[in-house]
């Protein structure tokens, strides 16, 4: 690897690490056999699953389908993943009001799923080297009937140790696995580690149609709730009839509208012959840059527990201990970005801070956003702070390329990391997680935005 200590950076007019001429592998990338498996849907004369029978479902051979791959007995279609975290937490048939522990650092969608559901989060800190749930950040004292145990970036969090850890006091483990496709703990893929596993099938995924999602489970007395849930409490019936509908209304409790439509998924059951061609590619590329980048004083790829024996990529962090004088990670992203010629962005903002975790501003929920001021109250998330604070994220697309780019990334990174204070800079004072001010870097016209 070349390392560019002494260059001038990009984004101060700079030569660039990569030749903007060079691309960067695109997303989504349809699988052969998507374009056959969308047209058989058109002219099928079914779009839906509540349309009459004339052939299978595409939804039906999706759901066998990724029930093998999860290694779980039941799969239940939903149009989001947010509604499939919705059902799973609903299916638990907990009363109004009951606690749901769920990470600080994740999308804010694991939140909100919990008030859907006519709960009420409960947010708790994350390990610092993992991002994810650990025994040690629960707050024992939190009277919490389930938790959701989220796989972030690309590191699966212990669920056997947190199941270990609430099972006594009679809390449900549902692992939130929307960026953990495929990922495997000690020979278990994730989904099938907690009472219920909930995905996410969203564009920007490693398994997408676009929008989408699941939940697997192996618990035979919930599959068919699942499925009331998700089609206005209609499950589908024993026999299977031609040109008769294949949902009966059974109607044990009460259910939404969360079906996957019928393009979806085709298009899903395209994709999910493509989805390990394409890890390979990714851990590969994956382990060549972390080898790459342990030579880089200071910087670090989130540490990876070794039960996790197979890895699956949604965001690649890379985390900088510490960050270069006088800059921020915003400002870093956006020197890298300029280094790549593609985006590097940061994690999103907590959820203690997040301006997307609003529950006050829904008159309807009134009573469980009050609960929820009122358990935070107080409290600080030293682990989420640091990590949003620190790390830079690289979307999994990037690492299905070739050994060159991850060259690229790691001539950019060293680069940056010890890179000058680029001209017409001002700096603005931020708080540590600690509470103490530190003088940070502020690029001029920087974008906060994130990656979904």
Known sequence: MTRLRTARLAIDGGAPVRDPHTPWPTWPQPADGAVEELTAVL??????????????????RFAAMF??????????????GSSALVIALESLGLPHGEHVIVPALTWTATATAVFRAGLVPVLADV??????LHPDTLDPDVDARALIAVHWAC?????????AAVAPRGVTVVEDAAQAHGARWQGRPAGSLGRLGCFSMQHSKVLTSGEGGA?????????????????????????????????????????????LGEFAAALLCAQLGLLDRQHAVRNRNYERLSGLLAGIPGVRLLRRPPAQDRL????????????????????????????LGTRVYTPRTPLPRSPLLRPWTKPAIAPLSERFTEVHRGRTYPGAEYLAGHAVLLHHSAF???GQDMEDIANAVAKVAAGPRPCGARTHRTANTDGTDREAFVAPEAETDGHD
């Open 43 to 60: 002219h099928s004369g079914r779009w839906a699953i509540s349309s009459p029978r004339r052939g299978e479902l595409a939804e039906r």
């Open 67 to 80: 029930a093998e791959y999860t290694g779980t007995r039941h799969c239940v279609p939903t149009d989001h």
């Open 127 to 132: 390990d610092p080297w993992t991002g994810c």
């Open 155 to 163: 590191v699966m969090a212990d669920v056997p140790a947190l199941s």
């Open 215 to 259: 939940v697997v489970t192996d618990d035979d007395t919930l599959a068919p709730v699942l499925e009331e849930l998700r089609a206005d409490s209609r499950r589908y019936g024993p026999h299977r009839r031609e040109r008769v509908l294949e949902l009966v209304e059974t109607a044990s409790m009460m259910g939404s509208n969360f079906c």
């Open 312 to 339: 699956s990529m949604y965001e690649v962090p890379i985390v900088f201990d510490p960050l270069p004088p006088t800059a921020d990670n915003t400002w870093v992203a956006h020197a890298l970005s300029a280094e």
């Open 400 to 402: 299905l390329g070739e």
